[in-house]
Nanobody
């Protein structure tokens, strides 16, 4: 397993979901981790990121205060807790790893297959 995301599903607006991404140890230990999302017909956009050493976090303005990125170093797993979901959060969510601290998806080296989150209004 390089990066494997899970936890997507269908949820009503205002609800919560927790996404998980299991990461191979050799990638997890030396790379920052991030979540991106891509809605139908739109470009992939940055959601949140966390540094591999200090745990510094960065969020897109659209999710700040609603989403939380965390990681479990013992389990090589990164999480995205999503609360207060809105219909505009509907997208395929991807986890990514890389050594460039960036909001641009092209700067991230490793990608998992996405997990679909659908928020019904």
């Amino acid at each position: 397993v390089q990066l494997q995301a899970s936890g997507g599903g269908l949820v009503q607006a205002g609800g919560s979901l927790r996404l998980s991404c299991a990461v191979s140890e050799h990638i997890f230990s030396i790379n920052h981790m991030a979540w991106f999302r891509q809605a139908p017909g739109k470009e992939r956009e940055f959601v949140a990121a966390i540094t591999y050493r200090s745990g510094l976090r960065l969020y897109a303005d659209s999710v700040k205060g609603r989403f939380t990125i965390t990681k479990d170093n013992a389990k090589n797993t990164v999480f995205l807790q999503m609360n207060g979901l809105k219909s505009e959060d509907t997208a395929v969510y991807y986890c990514a790893a890389g050594q460039n601290w960036s909001r641009e998806y092209v700067e991230w080296s490793y990608w998992g297959k996405g997990t679909l989150v659908t928020v019904s209004s």
